[in-house]
């Protein structure tokens, strides 16, 4: 059974730093796109980062330059760093696998985390 399981959330104040991690369990990093999904309130889903199997990254415009996304194949981990943190970052975040080892065209999501809030106040 494939699990992806949040850690990391929490409240933090505007200009600050959270880091997110994503433990994997019966799913390879290493050969599949992963991802870091979030959901603010009254928004829809969007793709915030994403690293393909060779370890190739893409941000969305809102937070490049502030998050990072990485991963340890061999450990089945996925962080998303995130600095200079702002309120309008706030929202549920989720880690996501694709099927594909690639990134492009953005994924359909194979699986999912349960989420994890990340609140930032101002």
């Known amino acids: 059974q494939v699990q992806l399981v949040e850690s990391g959330g929490g409240s933090v104040q505007a200009g600050g730093s959270l880091t997110l991690s994503c433990s994997v369990s019966n799913y390879a990093p290493g050969t599949h796109c992963m991802g870091w999904v979030r959901q603010g309130p009254g928004k829809e889903r969007e793709i915030v980062a994403t690293?393909?199997?060779?370890?190739?990254?893409t941000y969305d415009g809102s937070v490049k330059g502030r998050f990072t996304i990485s991963k340890d194949d061999g450990k089945y981990m996925v962080w998303l760093q995130m600095n200079n943190l702002k309120p309008g970052d706030s929202g549920t975040y989720y880690c996501a696998a694709d099927s594909h080892p690639w990134c492009w065209p953005p994924p359909n999501w194979l699986h999912w985390g349960q989420g994890i809030q990340v609140t930032v106040s101002s």
């Open positions: 690293v393909d199997n060779g370890g190739k990254t």
